[in-house]
């Protein structure tokens, strides 16, 4: 049925959940699982441009360190599943369109992510990722509560 599972992670409770259940699944179809984690690009104004490229790369750096320990443990977990597993992150500021993206880059048939269920104000204001990226997927997306 599903040979390559995508599990965009962003380091949440709820974020780890859905991987759990997304190498579940891997594991009862033996199925390959790879993590994504979307990191937000640094938010620099131009009129601080200065102060801002070094500041640049400071955030990258921790950025992708603080991505590398939220894949890190989604390996962690889909080894002591039997699950093979692999990872990468990527920059962008619309993370739907980046986990879209992944599912053409890593071949997989289908995501399982969590959603923050926001409601009313919050989810007007906040948006959605896991809404925009049903709504941007060509595969099937599994989402967990």
């Known amino acids: 049925m599903f040979k390559r599972i995508l599990l965009p992670v962003d380091g949440s409770e709820l974020s780890i959940r859905a991987v759990d259940t997304g190498i579940a699944l ?14 937000p ?13 070094a500041n640049e790369t400071m955030y990258v750096e921790r950025a992708v360190a603080s991505a ?7 390996q962690r977990r889909a080894e002591a599943a039997g699950v093979p597993c692999t990872g990468s992150h990527e920059i962008d500021n619309r993370p739907a369109c980046a986990i879209a993206a992944a599912v053409s880059k890593h ?22 990722v896991t809404q925009k990226t049903l709504l941007l997927a060509d595969v099937p997306v599994l989402v967990c509560r």
């Open 26 to 39: 891997a594991a009862a179809l033996g199925a390959h699982v790879h993590a994504l984690h979307v990191l």
């Open 41 to 53: 690009p640094f938010p620099a104004v131009t009129y601080f441009a200065a102060i801002a490229q």
């Open 68 to 74: 590398e320990r939220v894949l890190a443990e989604v």
């Open 107 to 128: 071949h997989c048939d289908v995501i399982v992510m969590a959603t923050h269920g926001w409601r009313g104000i919050e989810k007007l204001l906040l948006g959605s």
